[in-house]
């Protein structure tokens, strides 16, 4: 049986017009969170201001991990020479352009995080690594090699200023392939795919354990890393997942149907099960080998405070995608994959909270409008910058040489 080419029946020229009630909204959140932290970071009273520090952090680490990992889905679908998913790369290309600005934001966090707000003071405060001092941790200063202020600067800006260079070229190979055709583009592209996941793949296990492990430099675990991709990925997919349908609601992408959210639906269901199997992993070795120092990451999240914020987070992150996208049909619907999208970019916002409160704020007693205000100024943000982007271009890769396949893809 032939393939019909069904390129005449789509506009693949159509370009998103971002503006009305989505530009009013995302305005809106942006002016909601700087009014949130500015509020914070006035206040006399310290434990807020050290929430509001440590609430940056977490909404920087998260607004970056999400843009990484839109770069991470190009490029993996580059390698494997995946045709599903060439029609929505577009969506995932705009959150990789936006990953230089999520970049510097995170980098002026970390930086003044380390020099004005201590919220790396577990490793960086006078005295611990002196032997002379009385404030020295044996501990510590046995991490000193690594745990220093100009290797951990020197690997944030090398980090990020990598996976922002291979973001940025990625997606103008993709936009400068719709003007030229051919496949240099795409063998170019393939080519630099292939080595920004070898760097990627080595690297961020490091990046998260600087930027997030090392707020309790004591305890270590060789999983955090892979626990954290997890994350960023699962959150990825789903901002992805969100994106599309929200675009395909307000009549764009038709090329797009229910097989390929289907397959987004799969990613989410699959990598939420590793997310589960990496935690798990982690905490079920660290209880039951009942080593007092490595219990001490868990007995902090067990206070009265966490306690149900931390089950709360398995609660979502496993058991709702378990039990919403195990069915077939469910993956197939709009409204239902939005709701889940929704819900798991909530609920791995919850984990990072609960990866980063207990280590920063030694003396948190309270969530609230810091919490959601900045939570909501960086969602406003990142729809702002990413549908900005995605309005600049096509919404379709035209010349992209799976794109004829992407159009066929039936599950």
């Given at each position: 049986?032939?393939?019909?080419?069904?390129?005449?029946?789509?506009?693949?020229?159509?370009?998103?017009?971002?503006?009305?009630?989505?530009?009013?909204?995302?305005?809106?959140?942006?002016?909601?969170?700087?009014?949130?932290?500015?509020?914070?970071?006035?206040?006399?009273?310290?434990?807020?201001?050290?929430?509001?520090?440590?609430?940056?952090?977490?909404?920087?680490?998260?607004?970056t991990?999400?843009?990484?990992?839109?770069?991470?889905?190009?490029?993996?679908?580059?390698?494997?020479?995946?045709?599903?998913?060439?029609?929505?790369l577009?969506?995932?290309?705009?959150?990789?352009?936006?990953?230089?600005?999520?970049?510097?934001?995170?980098?002026?966090?970390?930086?003044?995080?380390?020099?004005?707000?201590?919220?790396y003071?577990?490793?960086?405060?006078?005295?611990?690594?002196?032997?002379?001092?009385?404030?020295?941790?044996?501990?510590?200063?046995?991490?000193?090699?690594?745990?220093n202020?100009?290797?951990?600067?020197?690997?944030?800006?090398?980090?990020?200023?990598?996976?922002?260079?291979?973001a940025?070229?990625?997606?103008?190979?993709?936009?400068?392939?719709?003007?030229?055709?051919?496949?240099?583009?795409?063998?170019?592209?393939?080519?630099?795919?292939?080595?920004?996941?070898?760097?990627?793949?080595?690297?961020?296990?490091?990046?998260?354990?600087?930027?997030?492990?090392?707020?309790?430099?004591?305890?270590?675990?060789?999983?955090?890393?892979?626990?954290?991709?997890a994350?960023?990925?699962?959150?990825?997919i789903?901002a992805?997942?969100?994106?599309?349908?929200?675009?395909?609601?307000a009549?764009?992408?038709?090329?797009?149907?229910?097989?390929?959210?289907?397959?987004?639906?799969?990613?989410?269901?699959?990598?939420?099960i590793?997310?589960?199997?990496?935690?798990?992993?982690?905490?079920?070795?660290?209880?039951?080998?009942?080593?007092?120092?490595?219990?001490?990451?868990?007995?902090?999240?067990?206070?009265?405070?966490?306690?149900?914020?931390?089950?709360?987070?398995?609660?979502?992150?496993?058991?709702?995608?378990?039990?919403?996208?195990?069915?077939?049909?469910?993956?197939?619907?709009?409204?239902?994959?939005?709701?889940?999208a929704?819900?798991?970019?909530?609920?791995?916002?919850?984990?990072?909270?609960?990866?980063?409160?207990?280590?920063?704020?030694e003396?948190?007693?309270?969530?609230?409008?810091?919490?959601?205000?900045?939570?909501?100024?960086?969602?406003?943000?990142f729809t702002?910058?990413?549908?900005?982007?995605?309005?600049?271009?096509?919404?379709?890769?035209?010349h992209?040489?799976?794109?004829?396949?992407?159009?066929?893809?039936?599950?």
């Amino acid at each position: 049986m032939g393939t019909h080419n069904h390129h005449h029946d789509y506009n693949f020229s159509e370009q998103f017009q971002f503006g009305g009630v989505a530009k009013i909204l995302s305005i809106v959140a942006v002016v909601i969170g700087i009014a949130s932290i500015a509020w914070g970071l006035l206040s006399h009273d310290h434990i807020i201001h050290e929430r509001t520090y440590a609430n940056l952090l977490l909404m920087g680490y998260y607004f970056t991990c999400v843009c990484a990992a839109g770069a991470f889905f190009v490029a993996l679908q580059l390698v494997t020479q995946s045709g599903w998913s060439a029609g929505l790369l577009r969506i995932p290309q705009a959150m990789a352009s936006v990953l230089p600005i999520a970049s510097l934001i995170l980098l002026i966090i970390v930086g003044l995080g380390l020099y004005t707000h201590n919220l790396y003071h577990h490793w960086h405060a006078d005295g611990l690594t002196d032997p002379t001092s009385p404030n020295y941790d044996a501990l510590v200063a046995g991490k000193a090699a690594f745990l220093n202020v100009p290797g951990f600067l020197i690997r944030q800006v090398l980090f990020m200023g990598s996976y922002s260079i291979f973001a940025f070229i990625l997606a103008k190979l993709s936009y400068n392939e719709d003007l030229n055709g051919g496949l240099n583009g795409y063998k170019k592209s393939f080519k630099l795919s292939a080595l920004f996941l070898v760097i990627f793949g080595f690297t961020t296990p490091i990046w998260s354990f600087d930027t997030i492990m090392s707020l309790e430099a004591h305890w270590f675990s060789t999983m955090f890393g892979w626990y954290n991709f997890a994350a960023m990925w699962v959150s990825g997919i789903s901002a992805i997942t969100l994106i599309l349908i929200l675009l395909k609601k307000a009549g764009y992408m038709s090329w797009v149907n229910e097989n390929h959210l289907h397959d987004l639906g799969k990613l989410m269901f699959g990598f939420s099960i590793f997310w589960t199997y990496v935690w798990f992993a982690q905490f079920m070795l660290i209880w039951y080998s009942n080593i007092p120092e490595e219990t001490v990451y868990f007995y902090k999240r067990w206070e009265p405070e966490y306690k149900p914020w931390f089950w709360l987070s398995i609660v979502i992150n496993f058991v709702a995608p378990l039990l919403l996208l195990v069915d077939r049909d469910a993956k197939r619907k709009e409204t239902f994959m939005m709701c889940v999208a929704i819900l798991l970019l909530l609920g791995h916002w919850l984990d990072y909270y609960i990866m980063i409160m207990p280590g920063t704020v030694e003396a948190h007693r309270g969530f609230g409008i810091i919490e959601v205000g900045t939570a909501i100024g960086f969602a406003g943000l990142f729809t702002f910058l990413v549908l900005s982007k995605l309005s600049k271009h096509a919404l379709a890769p035209k010349h992209h040489p799976f794109l004829d396949e992407s159009l066929h893809h039936q599950i």
